[in-house]
T-cell receptor, first 111, second 113 residues
Framework: SQQGEEDPQALSIQEGENATMNCSYK?????LQWYRQNSGRGLVHLIL?????REKHSGRLRVTLDTSKKSSSLLITASRAADTASYFC???????????FGQGTTLQVKP | EAGVVQSPRYKIIEKKQPVAFWCNPI?????LYWYLQNLGQGPELLIR????????DSQLPKDRFSAERLKGVDSTLKIQPAELGDSAVYLC???????????FGPGTRLTVL
């Protein structure tokens, strides 16, 4: 079963615009991670935010976490055509390293 | 550093045939995961290994799926017999002792005809 719901399911923007994706989950977590998947490829880890953190930055990525609302958002600033991919949030709980993935947001960045 | 290696990348088989997927994790990573990813969905965990021990196989359909990681390094996932509904991408991931990040291989895309 999948933990999270991602919103929107699909997003199409112009190069240079910002893209925001949201993730909601159901149970308490230790951390929340975002992964990117290009078509036909494996998943690439983007960023991890722990349950005691509220915001984290990595390059053009900004992730927020609101544990009271059980939600997270991923912001990609100044998007590029190369950012076209599917983006998944995944929640980790306990110390098993087990991740539960959402259904993903498909992002298309038009040049 | 080499990433997670999976083979084959693609496999097409007839239903009821057996199939096997192989994964070599990142060197030194003691935790290995097999995931199933259906089209348009996120990955779902099938089995998790800590070294050679399967510590979470609750989502593995044991009537037709089996997995092994005999020496605690590379792993094989087998389906016998395959069904039409098994068509999906099978992903392998590994994790080191430190940190929570999982590193994924490119996956094996299985098509069952």
């Amino acid at each position: 079963s999948q933990q999270g719901e991602e919103d929107p399911q699909a997003l199409s923007i112009q190069e240079g615009e910002n893209a925001t994706m949201n993730c909601s989950y159901k149970t308490s977590i230790n951390n929340l991670q975002w992964y990117r998947q290009n078509s036909g490829r494996g998943l690439v880890h983007l960023i991890l935010i722990r349950s005691n953190e509220r915001e984290k930055h990595s390059g053009r990525l900004r992730v927020t976490l609101d544990t009271s609302k059980k939600s997270s958002s991923l912001l990609i600033t100044a998007s590029r055509a190369a950012d076209t991919a599917s983006y998944f949030c995944a929640t980790g709980s306990g110390n098993t390293g087990k991740l539960i993935f959402g259904q993903g947001t498909t992002l298309q960045v038009k040049p | 550093e080499a990433g997670v290696v999976q083979s084959p990348r693609y496999k097409i088989i007839e239903k009821k045939q057996p199939v096997a997927f192989w994964c070599n994790p990142i060197s030194g990573h003691n935790t290995l995961y097999w995931y199933l990813q259906n089209l348009g969905q996120g990955p779902e965990l099938l089995i998790r290994y800590e070294n050679e021990e399967a510590v979470d196989d609750s989502q593995l359909p044991k009537d037709r799926f089996s997995a092994e990681r005999l020496k605690g390094v590379d792993s094989t996932l087998k389906i016998q017999p395959a069904e039409l509904g098994d068509s999906a991408v099978y992903l392998c991931a590994s994790r080191g002792r430190e940190g929570d990040t999982q590193y994924f291989g490119p996956g094996t895309r299985l098509t069952v005809l």
